[in-house]
C-alpha cells in the first residue's frame, strides 16, 4: 500500500520545514556571531556544531526534493 499522492505531500511538507528551518537557523548564527560576550573558544565550538546542523538540514532538504521529484516506477 503506497500512496503516490501523500508521498508527494509529505515531500512538499519537508522542503517548507526544512527550509525554515535553515532560514532560522542562519539568523541565529548570525546573532551568536555578533555577540560579544562569547569567546573565541565557544565561538569555535558552535561553528562546529552550526556546521553539523546545517549538513543535517541540507541533507533532509535534498531527500525531500527526491522525494517530489524522483520518478517511482
Do not use: C, P, W
Not at 517548507?16 to 548570525?30: C, P, R
Not at 555577540?35 to 553539523?52: F, H, M, W
Amino acid at each position: 500500500m503506497h500512496s503516490g499522492m501523500l508521498s508527494f505531500l509529505i515531500g512538499v511538507l519537508g522542503v517548507f520545514v526544512f527550509t525554515g528551518l535553515t532560514a532560522y537557523y542562519m539568523q541565529q548564527f548570525k546573532k551568536i556571531s555578533q555577540d560579544a560576550n562569547i569567546s573565541a573558544l565557544e565561538r569555535s565550538k558552535l561553528t562546529i556544531v552550526g556546521g553539523l546542523m546545517l549538513y543535517i538540514l541540507f541533507i533532509n532538504l535534498f531527500l525531500s526534493l527526491l522525494r517530489i521529484l524522483g520518478s517511482r516506477e
